[in-house]
């Protein structure tokens, strides 16, 4: 059953970009070419060489009607319902007798044939609204030669004229490979991918942001904006807020500019000034001493999901850990009979060599628990199971307490942890991420119809208002670079992390003393839909300061 | 530095009820007495006997200028600010000559005299604000002799005609003391209180709702909304998330009115049904395993932040560690220098009769800790730092498991935590509360204007449009009852918990096997500042179902 909003929301048009609008006379045209390097070139040889594309105006024609599955790949991001309607709408509009199926569950609904015929109907109940659950979505991927023949097979059973593989870096690489294999096999399927990721880390010189981000930001800002506001009013708490955000900090950066916390960690700044554990407990406890200098004994200090993977140490101790208690050793089953949790954790301290054994011993013991109880099926550290927040917590307090004792301390230390995460992936889209879907749909049928394979759908120039965006079409192959994974050469598209030397960490770098001991708090309220546009339309704050050069 | 958003609710009107609209021709006039008990007219002889107010239109007439004071107290809830500005805006319309002070940082800044003076620069940067912070809130209880003593000489040196007490059920209980003493004391200042808390549990027949609680309300139903969607798309999580409200559980009803979790727990209902703690997680248990037969692994469960105290055993346990850990014997003491938590619970528990023991060592490790650990200056469990929602997943998850071992529940159980509390206590007011907190301010300057003292400001009707509604004043002493408090008899006022037999909580019941296995989520989104009146002006759904009839 949808709510007042949810109805106004159904019913809501994205605006689209002028470009975009007539598709009838749309051109798809090649834009130059970009270098890859040859260990790419040996993976991709039938789809390194592609050009850039750029949709244009051209002379109208007929278009034939196509056959088109769509994919949505890993966590939810706002606005993948739009992203499917925009690429229906765009479908039916060039030929009404094109189909759309959906792919079940993610690429294992690839791989294991399951599908669902994308109507009018169906699209209508799910324009502009939260949430992947028109077709589900799932975080297998296509790896093996089984699944990619399978895969194949599949395309071949429905006469697939096009693939649209929503998701992530790794699902984009997935897609690069799709497209890769389908053309050496002669499957007709084109394969095109369309960027989504509320962490936003999938960006590069063409693709501005990913979706989702606007939206998760926005949502997240929202909540660290009103607790500082509690902060400020009740004076007696420090707020530890962790934003989701799986390895880069944009969120974090994003909400930080948005509403001004007295600290923000960036764990891109951590890993680059190689800092311990220790020191960014001294840092905060710092801030809090001179806070407390000024009378104030409360404030909001915002937590990147990924930190301790940047901690130099940490990263070190988790591999150590991942190695000891994977499952091809003894170890982790051993550890699961010991009944006492102290008991559990020596044993595992035994195992680690010396600078790994102090960083685990110097952890609180929750979070030495959650270290070696929180593990995945390959027996690896769950890192977003780590309650970074609430480490820091006893950490700060552990710190404080000694220099109360040293009676350099005399303030009062009471703290509440937050998490910000779930709620942000799966909420309604903002205009921004509504209107930016959406013409990401219209993109990827475009490419599509052009017979593109082996793309990334882009749309630019998000700053500026939506009627200006321009759409076009970046080869997957020009993101990608090897990384050794498991021990062998992979090609993968590079997470794209915060830049310590780009404007949006400049921001904060340029303000972040003054916001650590003047409450220069800023409440962005909760996302609006309706009203002023440049209240309801806005960009992140992480866009403009990136793109307006 | 105000965000794009404050600052159009910097400058936003909140609407005016009509009769509230000509100041200058408004008449206060009594309508009907009401009986109070033998032993609040003892404590209250000279406020006890009045009638109620009822704000109307009468002759123009010249105002007298006023000396008021203001004063928040207690946790914050959204619209404080607007009670302020309404207060002020009237004062000034009645006679520019009046002013108003704010005491800062709560009922300690009138003992302090701690003030500040309202001006119209000031009162700009607070309108439709959230938080408190403009002049500060606090806890302390006017209680001492010296303490009244000391409010009535700080009330005579400002000269003060009105003091404005804006709180809950205790400060205004605070409120009606104050009234009785200063006009025992022939000292002229008279006494309102505005009804406060997100909590929604001050509430009468001429009390409609506190204010606040719509604008928390529909902040956290916006995450649940959002979270039933992420559950629903990622069809991985049980997510169990608390909501603040301290005792009541009117936040949870209505949450789980907008949005239809699988299940929603009510305190109310646990304390009635005499539940124990091990049939709360069987019910839970039965739900899960009931949603895995139809395939799905995942829901939603609300749960109320004062549950644990209305489970009847855990109640009795609570008392007993009250008693056990009071500062005037040793077992704290000892309690804390044990280093071994497992020792600090074997020592408790000792202490503990046979049904409490049980019921402690029922209770996660961890939660027992935090009942030893986290303790207030009287030694008491400060039942707001048990996390709940955490202890329910812990004792859930070793049920499931017994079931797993008799192979009666085949499913996965995979959780995540979530506490909804201070972002929805200081974020910016709804347009409700925005608009029934300005006119809460208009009622207090009228009912001062007008002699009244020991009254309750009231605005009503409030499921109408805000141009019909009401004002009035409601006697303090009509709402008290005498209870037992620190062994002697006490006026209070009386928290208005969950009506089992009322609409509200008849909705949920009607509807909640269907809820429990249907997916019938609702996204409520999150709470609109502008667009159709029917989304950004509605009343929650309590109101509607317990005031429309």
Redesign the interface.
Do not use: N
């Given at each position: 059953?949808?709510?007042?909003?949810?109805n106004?929301?159904l019913e809501y048009q994205p605006k689209i970009p002028k470009i975009l609008e007539s598709l009838a006379t749309a051109s798809v045209a090649p834009s130059g070419n970009d270098a890859v390097s040859k260990e790419i070139a040996d993976i991709f040889p039938r789809t390194c060489h592609q050009p850039y594309l750029v949709i244009g105006v051209g002379a109208k024609r007929d278009h034939h009607p196509l056959r088109v599955g769509v994919v949505l790949s890993g966590?939810?991001a706002p606005g993948g319902h739009n992203v499917i309607s925009g690429l229906f709408d765009a479908l039916k509009t060039l030929n009404p007798k094109s189909t759309l199926m959906g792919f079940l569950g993610g690429p294992s609904g690839i791989v294991g044939d399951k599908t669902l015929e994308i109507t009018h109907k169906l699209v209508d109940k799910y324009r502009n609204?939260?949430?992947?659950?028109m077709i589900?979505?799932g975080r297998t991927k296509i790896e093996t030669d089984e699944q990619f023949s399978k895969a194949e097979a599949v395309m071949r059973k429905h006469e697939l004229d096009g693939l649209v593989v929503v998701g992530g870096d790794d699902s984009n690489t997935n897609a690069a490979l799709l497209a890769e294999y389908f053309l050496s096999k002669g499957c007709k399927t084109c394969v095109v991918g369309v960027p989504k990721t509320i962490d936003g880390d999938l960006k590069s010189d063409e693709i501005e942001c990913s979706f989702g981000f606007d939206t998760a930001a926005k949502?997240y800002a929202?909540?660290v904006?009103?607790?500082m506001?509690?902060a400020?009013?009740?004076?007696k708490?420090y707020?530890f807020i962790k934003l989701m955000g799986r390895s880069a900090s944009h969120l974090a950066l994003e909400c930080a500019l948005?509403t001004?916390p007295n600290i923000t960690l960036i764990s891109e700044e951590v890993a680059a000034d190689k800092k311990t554990l220790a020191a960014i407990v001294d840092d905060i406890c710092d801030v809090v001493l001179r806070r407390a200098d000024l009378g104030k004994d409360y404030g909001v200090i915002v937590i990147p999901e990924g930190l301790i993977e940047f901690i130099p140490e940490v990263k070190i101790l988790i591999e150590e850990l991942n190695a000891i208690l994977s499952p091809s050793k003894d170890h982790a089953a051993a550890i699961e009979k010991i009944a006492s949790r102290n008991d559990k954790m020596d044993y595992a301290a035994r195992l680690l060599g010396e600078g790994s054994r102090k960083c685990f011993r110097s952890l609180p013991e929750d979070i030495q628990g959650q270290l070696l109880i929180g593990r995945d099926a390959h027996g690896n550290v769950q890192v977003s199971k780590i309650e970074t927040e609430r480490m820091l917590i006893d950490m700060v307090k552990s710190a404080l307490k000694q220099r109360q004792e040293l009676g350099t301390y005399k303030g009062k230390f009471d703290t509440?942890p937050?998490?910000c995460?779930?709620?942000?992936?799966?909420?309604?889209p903002s205009n921004f991420d509504s209107a930016y879907c959406y013409a990401l749909g219209r993109v990827a049928a475009l490419l599509l119809d052009a017979g593109a394979t082996g793309y990334l759908c882009t749309v630019s120039r998000l700053v500026e208002p939506a009627e200006q965006w321009q759409g076009g079409g970046v080869p997957l192959t020009s993101l990608m670079n090897i990384e050794k994974r498991h021990g062998s050469d992979k090609p993968v598209i590079k997470k794209a992390l915060v830049d310590l030397k780009g404007g949006a960490f400049g921001m904060l770098k340029q303000n972040r003393d003054k916001w650590a001991l003047e409450d220069?708090y800023?409440?962005?309220?909760?996302?609006?839909?309706?009203?002023?546009e440049?209240?309801?339309d806005?960009p992140t704050m992480t866009l403009e300061l990136e793109q307006k050069k």
């Open positions: 059953m949808p709510s007042k909003l949810q106004a929301r966590g939810q609204m939260g949430g992947f659950d589900g979505s949502t929202a909540t904006g009103s607790m506001r509690d400020l009013s009740a004076k708490y707020y948005q001004h509440q937050h998490f995460g779930y709620e942000g992936r799966s909420c309604m220069d800023v409440d962005p309220g909760p996302l609006q839909y309706f009203g002023p440049a209240i309801m806005a």
